[in-house]
């Protein structure tokens, strides 16, 4: 009984830490309207494929799964501006907006990603 309870306390604590987002999210209608602030960048987390594929336009390119992401994303973002970030599910995109918030910058997260971006008929540049 002691372990079980132990266990359910570390689970939830867990469950608590992780919980917490030091950005936000927006869905797609929003996440358009934020995009159109001259004070806001687009950035794309995904690989230079996927971004190939297709991607919002004046979108910049840092992939996150590189181990310089954080190094580029320093030397390429306006730490005075607000950082929209997606991927292809928006779960990278959470990934990076959560190390990019840590480092002080202000993200919003596209919630679904350029797959709900694009399911709502928004455009895309190819």
């Known amino acids: 009984m002691k372990k079980l309870l132990t266990c359910l306390l570390a689970t939830l604590g867990l469950t608590t830490a992780c919980g917490q987002q030091n950005f936000e999210n ?3 209608q929003e996440f358009a309207e934020l995009i159109a602030d001259s004070n806001v960048v687009v950035l794309d987390v995904r690989t ?3 971004f190939a594929e297709g991607h919002i336009q004046g979108a910049v390119l840092i992939d ?12 390429t973002l306006p730490a005075d501006k607000t950082i ?3 991927c ?22 596209l919630k679904g990603g350029i797959i709900a971006w694009k399911k709502a008929n928004m455009p895309v540049i190819i």
């Open 26 to 28: 927006a869905e797609v």
């Open 48 to 50: 230079a494929a996927e």
């Open 64 to 75: 996150q799964g590189q181990s310089d992401f954080m190094e580029k994303a320093k030397a």
């Open 84 to 86: 929209a970030v997606y």
């Open 88 to 109: 292809r599910s928006g779960r990278r995109s959470a990934n990076a907006a959560g190390r990019l918030a840590d480092a002080g910058y202000k993200c919003v997260n």
